[in-house]
């Protein structure tokens, strides 16, 4: 119902949102969650839509519920109604995806990238190679020539057109280690904390590749045919942060929740691994790991993750169903990085890290995002359910979207002893990327240049089976 779990409770989920959910078991439980993601998506670029695919299995979550509930005379006696202590996992992001675009480009090329780097940064003294991975990668493989007087420049004829065409390969999820304990006081007050200890995988392949574009007459007497720029990332760690939630009982049919997360600081690494492969005077070069001319450049390094507060309402009809609804506000803006002073080879990221966090800090917005979800009750068994999800824009910049949209709807069954149930979820969402970046102060071949924008609409569908025992 539309991770609407604010203040409605009952479901090991909410350990992630409101762990004071916890409050309202009456007893233990054991839960697990399978499921199959579906992703595709529609790109634009230069006026070519190219689309793609991707099918993952994924466990969603699972989790067990230790609860203390007394009756009879011990439940008259005792304040705490019920006490409950959760552990288990839930999925809170996943990156798995494909996406591609193409077009033909006569305003910039990729080498405008390395042809910036490579005079942005002073040769090794005796040296005309130079110093960075782009740079070097660029020269090495005769994408780049000098001047006479010791300039890069690319040897790219972008202007007469390129054919240009970018693939990437995204895989990976953040799977959060729950650990919670929750209450009910006086069955009006229910309170929940939770630590979570949250595990980063992803890595991401891309491939962007240019050649001569059809009918491409300008000048080219560096004989240039193509090139495949590769990058290969992949990031690894783990975090640790704290939820505190709370639920009020006003009465028999209305509850209303709030919850603060704290910030996930994360202990993090990148693995960067570049190559490319270019074809020049009818010469291929290769410049790649597996033959020694690119190595993996590793980091490590620190990540706040923002802060988030969430309030919630829920209304229940005995023997009907109820309607939820949850408002979270996201503090983007607050995020940053934070670098090492020493990285072991007297590297001292201070400059960098201020310039990044800087730079967050003037790209992105705090946002408030809308969960509404819904239950009917069909038999006495079985019942419906129905979820909406809105999650606003964390760009500052006007024109960018940012925004998301989950459209959810299931069945469930359940009994004293067990239950199920089967979900499906459809998210939407559009991503604007420029497939590089270019310092023009840096670039001696073309007048600067806007460069193209690649639109990506996203539609993920997500069939979710739930089964749980109690005991």
């Known amino acids: ?31 697990f ?29 699972f989790g067990m519920v230790f609860t203390d509930a007394p009756k009879g005379k011990r439940y008259e006696r005792r304040k705490w109604k019920a006490v409950s202590f959760a552990f288990g996992m839930n999925r809170v992001a996943d990156f798995n995806r494909n996406y591609s675009y193409s077009g033909v480009n006569s305003s910039s090329s990729v080498t405008q990238v390395m042809e910036a780097d490579a005079n942005m940064f002073p040769d090794d003294p005796g040296s005309t190679v130079p110093l960075t991975v782009p740079g070097y990668l660029g020269f090495q493989s005769y994408l780049l020539n000098q ?9 790219v004829p972008f202007g007469g057109g390129v054919q240009q065409e970018r693939t990437v390969r995204e895989r990976g999820r953040i799977t959060e280690y729950a650990i919670s304990l929750g209450g009910n006081y006086q069955e009006k007050l229910m309170l929940g904390a ?33 090139l495949n720029y590769r990058q290969s990332l992949a990031i690894n760690g ?21 919850a603060f997360h704290t910030p996930t600081a994360y202990a993090l690494e990148d693995s960067y691994t570049p190559g490319i492969t270019s074809v020049v005077d009818n010469i291929t070069l290769e410049m790649s790991q597996s033959n020694g001319a690119a190595a993996t450049n590793k980091f490590n390094y620190s990540f706040i993750s923002p802060w988030r507060g969430i309030l919630s309402g829920s209304y229940i009809m005995k ?107 459809h ?45």
Do not use: C, H, W
Not at 240 to 245: E, F, S, T
């Open 1 to 31: 119902f539309g991770n609407a779990l604010g203040s409605i409770g009952g479901d090991f989920a909410s350990t992630s949102v409101n762990p004071a959910g916890l409050g309202v078991y009456r007893s233990s439980e054991f839960t």
């Open 33 to 61: 969650t399978p499921s199959l993601r579906m992703n595709s998506s529609s790109s634009q670029y230069l006026g070519v839509v190219t689309q793609d695919n991707n099918v993952r299995f994924n466990v969603n979550n």
């Open 147 to 155: 001047t006479s007087g010791g300039a890069y420049y690319s040897i």
């Open 194 to 226: 939770t630590m979570g200890i949250p595990s980063v995988k992803y890595s991401v392949n891309s491939t962007f590749s240019e050649s001569l574009a059809p009918g491409n007459t300008s000048p080219n007497p560096d004989k240039f045919s193509s």
């Open 238 to 258: 783990t975090g640790i942060n704290l939820k505190l939630g709370a639920i009020y009982k006003v009465d028999d049919n209305f509850r209303i929740g709030g």
């Open 319 to 425: 023997g009907i169903g109820f309607i939820t609804l949850d408002y979270e506000y996201v503090g983007y803006n607050s995020m940053g990085f934070v670098y090492p002073t020493d990285d072991g080879y007297g590297n001292n990221y201070t400059l960098e890290e201020t310039n990044m966090n800087r730079n967050i800090n003037s790209t992105y917005q705090s946002t408030s995002n809308v969960r509404l979800g819904a239950e009917a009750l069909l038999t006495k068994y079985f019942m419906a359910r129905a979820g909406f999800g809105y999650y606003g824009n964390p760009y500052k910049a006007t024109g960018v979207n940012g925004q998301r949209m989950d459209f959810s709807g299931g069945i469930g069954f359940r009994d004293k002893d067990f239950f199920a149930d089967i979900a499906f979820v």
């Open 427 to 471: 998210s939407a969402y559009t991503v604007q990327a420029q497939p590089y970046a270019i310092n023009y102060d840096y670039v001696i071949t073309g007048n600067p240049a806007t460069i193209p924008t690649a639109t990506t609409d996203f539609g993920i569908n997500n069939i979710a089976v739930t089964v749980g025992v109690k005991f």
